[in-house]
């Protein structure tokens, strides 16, 4: 794993290799994720967004820096081609989220690396340039733009609150594993974001050349806090797999701003599992004998295409046959985050390892068959070949796995395991 920011990280990978069985395969993770059902051009309530249908074509990339204890010390997200568009025609630019408590903006290097640089003044309408060219602005420049704490009071909407900060960066709690149970570390959370948002930008000075404000807006500078919509960030870790679950709310069709014509301005959602990590070695992994896991399971679950989505933990226990190539991965134990009700999501599938010659003897995937069905993608993580009481080879496995039905129903989850 060669991960662009350097020692110390560990990142899932920059390009899609390939779909199978409904899972995405970059060079160190596999992925799926999913869109709001009610991400239609009339929604009965534009503020919200519900539902969850299975979607592809789209590629989450996690970046996260890691201590030699394994312990999250930080994470990026970036998320492009998922048809999320502020004009109606377009994809917005690429989103990179932080979760950063510090005001700045961040961008793509020339090598890939994540840039981070001084937040320009409202003032400078060469950078804000919505003012000077309308809906031919650059939205590069109004994207992935922290712009609080800030020196000027946030401005509020009659009726909303008004929010000062825009995240509280990541929190963080030890699991079980290292102690004889098999709970991940978690580090989580969330950031009300402005993307899109033109009165980051002052209008044009007047005769007198005074700074005005832009149409719509109440003041200089971004409103408040999450104008635009929200990110969350779950991750959960073993010393080298990680399932990174992502959500991103935007506003699209931004009437009056970006969209040209009739759009209906509404919000949309996207959420996602990215299971990554430091990937075993192909060609050292073994070619007999066997391994057993036990690990944890985490996702997002809709009963039907109305109902919004609930999230979700199981648990996992894998079986890898390598003289066979055979790995079996079993789901079971499954319960709503927060409220232990049961969720149903049960299923063993049998996936199979992909050959040395190809470099993915560290690659299964497979189908998964039931009142929920869909298909399977696992990667083995850790040094190739390790001796242990249940088993030589990898120290650990993970997945992820995309299910749906014709009733609505639909599945985006992920999983890790390690040999205890």
Same mark, same amino acid.
């Given at each position: 794993?060669?991960?662009?920011?350097?020692?110390?990280?560990?990142?899932?990978?920059?390009?899609?290799?390939?779909?199978?069985? !409904?899972?995405?395969?970059?060079?160190? !993770?596999?992925?799926?994720?999913?869109?709001?059902?009610?991400?239609?051009?009339?929604?009965?309530?534009?503020?919200?967004?519900?539902?969850?249908?299975?979607?592809?074509?789209?590629?989450?990339?996690?970046?996260?820096?890691?201590?030699?204890? !394994?312990?999250?010390?930080?994470?990026?997200?970036?998320?492009?081609?998922?048809?999320?568009?502020?004009?109606?025609?377009?994809?917005?630019?690429?989103?990179?989220?932080?979760?950063?408590?510090?005001?700045?903006?961040?961008?793509?290097?020339?090598?890939?690396?994540?840039?981070?640089?001084?937040?320009?003044?409202?003032?400078?309408?060469?950078?804000?340039?919505?003012?000077?060219?309308?809906?031919?602005?650059?939205?590069?420049?109004?994207?992935?733009?922290?712009?609080?704490?800030?020196?000027?009071?946030?401005?509020?909407?009659?009726?909303?609150?008004?929010?000062?900060?825009?995240?509280?960066?990541?929190?963080?709690?030890?699991?079980?594993?290292?102690?004889?149970?098999?709970?991940?570390?978690?580090?989580?959370?969330?950031?009300?974001?402005?993307?899109?948002?033109?009165?980051?930008?002052?209008?044009?000075?007047?005769?007198?050349?005074?700074?005005?404000?832009?149409?719509?807006?109440?003041?200089?500078?971004?409103?408040?806090?999450?104008?635009?919509?929200?990110?969350?960030?779950?991750?959960?870790?073993?010393?080298?797999?990680?399932?990174?679950?992502?959500?991103?709310?935007?506003?699209?069709?931004?009437?009056?701003?970006?969209?040209?014509?009739?759009?209906?301005?509404?919000?949309?959602?996207?959420?996602?599992?990215?299971?990554?990590?430091?990937?075993?070695?192909?060609?050292?992994?073994?070619?007999?004998?066997?391994?057993?896991?036990?690990?944890?399971?985490?996702?997002?679950?809709?009963?039907?295409?109305?109902?919004?989505?609930?999230?979700?933990?199981?648990?996992?226990?894998?079986?890898?046959?390598?003289?066979?190539?055979?790995?079996?991965?079993?789901?079971?134990?499954?319960?709503?985050? !927060?409220?232990?009700?049961?969720?149903?999501?049960?299923?063993?599938?049998?996936?199979?390892?992909?050959?040395?010659?190809?470099?993915?003897?560290?690659?299964?995937?497979?189908?998964?068959?039931?009142?929920?069905?869909?298909?399977?993608?696992?990667?083995?993580?850790?040094?190739?070949?390790?001796?242990?009481?249940?088993?030589?080879?990898?120290?650990?496995?993970?997945?992820?796995?995309?299910?749906?039905?014709?009733?609505?129903?639909?599945?985006?989850?992920?999983?890790?395991?390690?040999?205890?």
């Amino acid at each position: 794993m060669n991960c662009v920011e350097g020692a110390g990280y560990q990142c899932s990978g920059s390009v899609l290799i390939r779909s199978a069985n !409904g899972v995405a395969l970059t060079s160190s !993770g596999v992925q799926v994720y999913g869109r709001s059902t009610g991400d239609v051009l009339n929604p009965s309530n534009p503020n919200i967004a519900t539902g969850l249908a299975l979607a592809s074509g789209g590629l989450a990339e996690f970046r996260s820096a890691k201590d030699s204890n !394994g312990i999250t010390l930080s994470t990026a997200i970036l998320l492009k081609n998922l048809n999320i568009s502020w004009d109606g025609v377009t994809d917005r630019p690429l989103i990179i989220e932080l979760f950063d408590t510090t005001a700045g903006r961040v961008e793509l290097g020339s090598n890939g690396a994540l840039v981070r640089s001084a937040l320009p003044v409202s003032s400078n309408l060469s950078f804000y340039d919505y003012a000077t060219k309308g809906k031919n602005g650059t939205q590069l420049n109004y994207a992935n733009n922290r712009y609080f704490p800030r020196s000027a009071p946030s401005r509020c909407d009659p009726g909303d609150p008004c929010r000062t900060t825009e995240t509280a960066g990541l929190n963080r709690t030890a699991g079980s594993w290292r102690s004889g149970g098999t709970r991940p570390d978690v580090a989580g959370g969330q950031r009300l974001h402005e993307d899109g948002d033109i009165h980051a930008g002052n209008g044009l000075p007047d005769a007198n050349g005074n700074p005005t404000w832009l149409p719509g807006g109440n003041g200089f500078g971004v409103p408040f806090p999450g104008s635009k919509g929200v990110r969350d960030v779950v991750q959960w870790s073993y010393r080298y797999s990680n399932i990174g679950y992502w959500g991103t709310r935007d506003t699209i069709h931004l009437g009056g701003q970006w969209a040209a014509g009739s759009f209906f301005e509404h919000n949309t959602e996207r959420t996602g599992i990215v299971t990554f990590g430091e990937v075993s070695d192909s060609n050292g992994m073994p070619v007999t004998g066997s391994a057993s896991y036990n690990g944890f399971v985490y996702g997002s679950y809709a009963s039907n295409g109305v109902v919004d989505r609930v999230n979700f933990n199981c648990r996992a226990t894998v079986t890898a046959n390598f003289a066979t190539r055979a790995v079996v991965v079993n789901v079971n134990t499954c319960v709503q985050e !927060g409220s232990g009700t049961a969720v149903p999501i049960s299923f063993s599938s049998s996936t199979t390892m992909g050959t040395a010659a190809a470099g993915e003897s560290n690659y299964s995937t497979g189908t998964v068959s039931g009142t929920l069905s869909g298909g399977l993608s696992a990667r083995f993580f850790g040094p190739a070949n390790v001796a242990g009481t249940n088993g030589s080879g990898p120290p650990e496995v993970g997945g992820a796995f995309s299910l749906s039905n014709s009733s609505g129903a639909a599945v985006v989850a992920g999983f890790i395991a390690f040999k205890n």
